[in-house]
Every structure is written in structure tokens, then in C-alpha cells.
């Protein structure tokens, strides 16, 4: 098992930037592909921003190419959305996700590619 805890969420307003983080514990010694995903409020969870477990592959959702970052500190076993230029649409409340992996450079954007979620963290972008 892994447990995923979320923070950084928040108030902000939009052009603001924030940064989300995701702590692993548990099975930490396996291999996972990592991910976060947003539910915006009436919508249907959608996907972010994915990692590989060897750091070389990254993708992102056109929604927020260019603003957002994935990175991962695997020392600490945390990933982290660096969300830049914020706008309201961007307001959802955000999960990260976990997929015990066989292939290092696969990415997955996909919800039910994943084996552990976090609780989520809600943030919101004011006008």
C-alpha cells in the first residue's frame, strides 16, 4: 500500500502562482509513475500533469501547457505541481496518483491507469 497526502492548495488570485505537493509513504521502495489530476466543481476528474518514475517523461494537458510543472524529488518520495499564471478555471480540487510501474519513461494520463490517490486538496483562483 501507499499512502498519498496533498497540500499546498489555496486562495489566490488569478496571475498567482502556487505550488502543490504530494508526499509518499508506504511501499516507497517500488517504482511509480506519478500524476495529478483536478475535479472541477460539477465536472468530471480530469488529468493535469503525469511523471515517468525515471523523470524523463512529462505530459500535460493542453489546458495547462506552459504554466504548469510536474517535478519529483525521489530522495523524499514527493511530487510537486508548480502552477504559474493561475486563472479561474483552474479552480478544482486537485488529487495526486500513484501506478506501480514495470517501465521507467511511461507517463500515464489516463485516471484509471492509477493504484493510489491522495484525499486532494482544493484550490481556488479568484477574478
Known amino acids: 500500500q501507499v499512502q498519498l497526502v496533498e497540500s499546498g492548495g489555496g486562495l489566490v488570485q488569478a496571475g498567482a502562482s502556487l505550488r502543490l505537493s504530494c508526499a509518499a509513504s508506504?511501499?516507497?521502495?517500488?517504482?511509480?509513475?506519478m500524476g495529478w489530476f483536478r475535479r472541477a466543481p460539477g465536472k468530471e476528474r480530469a488529468f493535469v500533469a503525469a511523471i515517468s518514475w525515471s523523470d524523463r517523461s512529462t505530459v500535460y494537458d493542453d489546458s495547462v501547457k506552459g504554466r504548469f510543472t510536474i517535478s519529483r524529488n525521489g530522495a523524499n518520495y514527493t511530487v510537486y505541481l508548480q502552477m504559474n499564471t493561475l486563472k479561474p478555471d483552474d479552480t478544482a480540487v486537485y488529487f495526486c496518483a500513484a501506478k506501480a510501474v514495470a517501465s521507467t519513461h511511461t507517463a500515464y494520463t489516463t485516471p484509471g491507469s492509477y493504484d493510489y490517490w491522495g484525499q486532494g486538496t482544493q484550490v481556488t483562483v479568484s477574478s
Open positions: 508506504g511501499r516507497t521502495f517500488s517504482r511509480y509513475a
